[in-house]
């Protein structure tokens, strides 16, 4: 198992205490596709913090390819974000004074990646996701699907372990998101990369192949998808 | 290196204005610093003019007033030295410290040249003056031991005095200058050299002019010199002298030379029946001291005067630290993305330091550049000017500027002051925590 949680726990302390996640089991396998669903308040926040190595938990144990992952100091906690875990966000989270090319370096540029090696690795990628004609441009001057595919770049420039995906489509219109979820699920087909999505959107989970439904802090049904049919507005579409 | 470079540029070319107006506030701290220190070093220079030309191990005495009754007779009696005080100060009891000692007499006199004179004082002097006071010969020579020897009729003057009678016309160097002369003494329109060996009359006698000493503006220009015998000879007043200068050795403290100075002191005074401890009986100006004095007086206007500049400089770190940290409130999204793709908190804290530290060093670097032209324009200015104080032409300020050493102090307290600057907002950005900052927006 690539991704392996056992009941882990995590209680937030402001004022009132309040117990997000109340013992989450999840065993996530090398190569899938997985959406975690919940409505807001749910704890799918929590739980892609604690699975992206952003935040604590209190007790259980998480496990990425066999490693524990518990009380690690930031520095250890930024390298292993920095070379195990992509990231994906809604609003893409790019550096505004940083074109599209040194966006998609600065993960190697922490790895101390020479300025030469990087710059061409970032390149190929964003040839990749066809953005190559847009490197020297700043975010603010490309499309929400443009920003997020540089994101995309990003992600995938470290050849991490995981993907996380936080709402990858909230910002966008329902083409684009279908175009971004179209390319995620490429990329796990073909290249067969670990891509877990968080949303709150039917249709986004209905892309992927394993859903897992998160309500009030436990996990409620895992739905097996391949057949791509648990959207209740049809096959292909995500609804807006 | 380059990254961060990069990195610090573009964050600087985000906010040039604000950038620069915190800048300027450090430079200013170090303009303030330079310009403090190097006008203090002027006025310190300014001081040790003349105090520097003259051998510091001398001592030289002069006769006084009596303070208070001694020995049956009345204070407010004038003491005269005579030459038995010199076989005193350079007999048995003092052979362990004074080495050479020596008297001068002098007399004001009128000095006649063609028709042209000035009115000065003639000091009757030895050759050995020449290396206690350090006196510079521009042309000719000074008073040698065949003068004294031959008690000859010779004078050695100085440059104003010679420009004064080969055609300055008649000044009486009494009366000075304007108050403010500025340019510089080279610039002389006579040609001094031409009155050696020429002949002037003082008095009833002519005397050969074999010498011609520097003029500065810190040296008496009443004041020239003949041979001791010759003056003592002619203007002859007894055993009576005018003072008395030694070199002395083996007196290395304040406190060797205070207790040397009451001994000599109280054998001096007792000679003239005074009271041994009157110190206004006889007057000792002792050089080795008075510079000790002049050193610790310069270490203590040169910390005030660091103390001052530091505190003005103090003023541009809080500006710094306080832009670095709205710098880091505004970023504070960013760090958040930077440390969720895998930034050390570490690489977070040295991006805002060398940023601080930049802004810092450059701003300084201005500042002290523009300190050093503001040092060489008070140079050329108030540095070439003079002050009559008391019919005493000094300087204002001599030399002003600071050396290599202040440049390279300043450069480090730059350095820790962008850190100390820099240090609370970097400590802030490295604890930036990533979900919290990615929420922000």
Not at chain 2, 170 to 199: I, N, Q
């Amino acid at each position: 198992m690539l991704i392996e949680l056992k009941d882990v726990n995590k209680t937030y302390n402001n004022g009132q205490p309040l117990h997000v996640l109340k013992g989450i089991d999840l065993s996530i396998d090398r190569g899938e596709f997985v959406s975690i669903m919940g409505a807001s308040g749910s704890g799918k926040s929590t739980l892609l913090n604690i699975l992206g190595i952003l935040d604590n938990y209190d007790t259980g144990e998480y496990y990425i390819d066999g490693r524990l992952i518990k009380g690690l100091s930031e520095r250890q906690a930024a390298d292993y974000r920095n070379r195990l875990i992509g990231f994906i966000f809604q609003s893409f989270n790019l550096i505004g004074f940083k074109t599209a090319v040194e966006n998609v370096e600065l993960p190697l540029f922490y790895q101390g990646v020479g300025r030469a090696k990087r710059h061409q690795m970032a390149m190929e990628y964003l040839d990749r996701l066809g953005l190559a004609a847009w490197a020297k441009h700043y975010p603010n001057e490309m499309s929400g699907g443009q920003k997020q595919r540089v994101a995309i770049a990003r992600a995938l420039i470290t050849q991490p372990k995981i993907i996380l995906a936080d709402e990858p489509t909230g910002a966008l219109d329902s083409k684009t998101s279908e175009e971004v979820m179209q390319l995620l699920s490429q990329l796990n087909r073909e290249e067969g990369v670990t891509i877990i999505v968080v949303t709150h959107e039917s249709g986004v989970a209905n892309c992927t192949d394993k859903i897992v439904h998160i309500k009030d802090g436990v996990i409620g049904e895992i739905e097996d998808n391949r057949e791509h049919r648990a959207s209740q507005f049809g096959v292909n579409t995500i609804m807006k | 290196m380059r990254d961060i470079f990069t990195e610090i540029w573009e964050s600087i070319r985000r906010n040039k204005m604000r950038t620069c107006l915190t800048g300027f506030a450090v430079s200013w701290g170090i303009f303030m610093l330079i310009v403090l220190l190097g006008a203090g070093n002027g006025l310190m220079n300014a001081f040790m003019v003349g105090g520097e030309d003259i051998a510091t191990n001398t001592m030289q005495i002069g006769g006084g007033r009596t303070s208070k009754p001694y020995d049956g007779l009345k204070e407010g009696r004038r003491i005269r030295l005579d030459d038995r005080d010199v076989e005193l100060t350079g007999g048995e009891l003092f052979s362990d410290h004074v080495d050479q000692v020596i008297s001068t007499v002098s007399t004001s006199v009128t000095v006649n040249y063609g028709k042209k004179h000035f009115s000065g004082l003639m000091e009757g002097n030895f050759p050995a003056r020449q290396e206690m006071e350090k006196i510079e010969v521009r042309y000719g020579r000074f008073i040698n031991e065949k003068d004294i020897r031959d008690s000859r009729k010779v004078v050695v003057l100085s440059e104003n005095q010679v420009e004064n009678l080969l055609g300055g016309g008649t000044r009486d160097t009494g009366a000075r200058f304007a108050t403010l002369s500025f340019g510089s003494e080279s610039g002389r329109k006579t040609d001094v050299a031409s009155l050696l060996g020429e002949y002037v009359r003082i008095g009833t006698f002519s005397y050969r002019v074999v010498g011609i000493t520097k003029s500065d503006r810190m040296s008496d220009d009443n004041l020239f010199f003949a041979p001791y015998t010759t003056v003592k000879t002619i203007y002859g007043k007894g055993q009576e002298i005018d003072d008395i200068t030694f070199t002395f050795h083996g007196l290395d403290s304040e406190a060797e030379n205070e207790a040397f100075e009451e001994q000599y002191r109280a054998a001096v005074n007792l000679r003239h029946r005074a009271a041994p401890d009157d110190n206004r009986a006889i007057w000792i100006w002792n050089r080795f001291t008075q510079n000790l004095q002049m050193n610790k007086g310069r270490n203590i206007l040169s910390t005030a005067l660091w103390i001052i500049g530091l505190f003005t400089l103090l003023g541009g770190i809080v500006g710094v630290s306080n832009i670095m940290l709205i710098t880091v409130k505004e970023r504070t999204h960013e760090f958040g993305i930077r440390k969720a793709i895998g930034a050390s908190p570490w690489s977070i804290m040295k991006l805002i330091l060398a940023e601080s530290v930049t802004i810092t060093a450059f701003f300084g670097y201005v500042g002290m550049l523009l300190g050093m032209i503001a040092c060489l324009v008070l140079d050329k200015t108030v540095g070439q000017s003079t002050m009559s104080v008391m019919d005493e032409q000094i300087a204002m300020l001599v030399d002003p500027g600071v050396d290599l050493g202040v440049a390279l102090g300043a450069t480090v307290v730059l350095i820790v002051a962008g850190t100390l600057a820099g240090i609370f907002p970097a400590r802030r950005a490295s604890r930036v925590r990533p979900i919290e900052a990615l929420r922000a927006e």
